[in-house]
């Protein structure tokens, strides 16, 4: 039991540093851009919802600390809260949309590839929700379609590449990334009390 929790823990940071080389990796294209979306659905669709989403929440914490994991080599506060920090708090959104899929409709590739889809979605929303607040706080007003312009449509495209090579990459990953440790809810013994 140790022992897979002990692989549990490694397959965890090794996906974690994934995604921080993902987030460094800029991709040439008519607007550049990182592979951290990718590493997301790869990191999910591997490891699972529990993993998976504990490797996200690595990832997010390391950058709130200060360490330049996210895009551009940015790390801290200042990066979370910023007017594009909302889609990489958006990541959690996509991992617990992925997990709930997998817990109710099971592990099959369509399942993730649905739920990666519906976590980018809600990752989306929140972002751009975000996006609008921070710039209307700080330089006035934006519409939701001028948002809409500027931080989603140009990615589309790339994330929806993205999608279907992390689940081209899932298949082959899965043959090699051992099922995660069960969840053991210890019981107390009841001692039977005599009666009289």
């Not at 989403?53 to 690595?58: F, G, N």
């Not at 801290?76 to 949309?97: K, R, V």
Request: glycine content about 12%.
């Amino acid at each position: 039991m140790k022992r897979r929790i002990a692989t549990d823990v490694a397959f965890t940071g090794v996906f974690t540093a994934l995604i921080c080389v993902c987030a460094w990796v800029s991709v040439p294209f008519a607007v550049p851009f990182t592979l951290q979306t990718f590493a997301i659905f790869l990191t999910m669709g591997a490891l699972g919802g529990r993993r998976g989403t504990c490797a996200v929440l690595c990832y997010l914490f390391l950058g709130a600390v200060g360490l330049p994991v996210f895009a551009g080599f940015k790390g801290g506060a200042g990066a979370l809260l910023g007017a594009t920090g909302g889609y990489i708090a958006g990541f959690l959104f996509t991992a617990l949309i992925m997990w709930a899929a997998e817990v109710i409709l099971g592990k099959s590739t369509p399942v993730c590839a649905a739920s990666a889809a519906a976590g980018l979605l809600a990752c989306y929303a929140f972002g751009t929700a975000w996006f609008m607040a921070v710039y209307a706080n700080g330089s006035g007003e934006i519409g939701l379609g001028a948002a809409l312009m500027l931080c989603v449509v140009p990615y589309i495209i790339p994330d929806i590449l993205k999608l279907i090579l992390a689940m081209i990459l899932r298949k082959k990953l899965l043959k090699f990334v051992p099922a995660p440790s069960p969840l053991r809810i210890r019981q107390k013994k009841c001692k039977p009390q005599k009666n009289g």
